[in-house]
């Protein structure tokens, strides 16, 4: 029995769609494992801090938090906090950043943004 030439091409426009589905998957699926990874809990809470947030949203660490102190009203301590000295030489270890010196990482304290402070940073 031989199968119409149409029915080929049906066949193969499928396994077409379903590669390109399966692709995305995959590249949504990578995302997920990447915004996880950036995600730390201090103080207890869930969070995740200013630089991975840029990174993010593709701004500068600076820019992303003048936009932050230019609507200071919008988070509150509970939606954002300034991490301590500690805090963020324990952070530095979890994520690998050990070498210090002139020019290397942040001169500045990282903030750290809770999940509300996240969807409050999302209409800023």
């Known amino acids: 029995m031989k199968v119409p030439q149409e029915n080929w091409q049906n066949v193969w426009k499928f396994v077409q769609k379903s590669v ?3 692709t995305k998957l995959v590249f ?8 996880q990874s950036k995600i730390y809990e ?26 932050v102190k230019r609507n200071i009203r919008r988070f509150p301590s509970d939606f ?3 991490q301590t000295k500690e805090e963020w030489d324990s952070i530095r270890f979890q994520i690998g ?4 010196g002139r020019g290397k990482y942040t001169k500045f304290l990282p903030y750290a943004f809770t999940e509300q402070g996240l969807a409050m940073l999302s209409g800023v």
């Open 28 to 35: 949504v699926m990578n995302e997920i494992q990447v915004i």
């Open 42 to 67: 201090i103080r207890g809470v869930k969070v995740m801090l200013d630089k991975d947030l840029a990174e993010l949203y593709q701004v500068t660490t600076g820019n992303l938090n003048k936009a």
């Open 97 to 100: 950043i050990l070498e210090t």
């Open 80 to 82: 954002m906090f300034q």
């Open 20 to 22: 390109t589905l399966q």
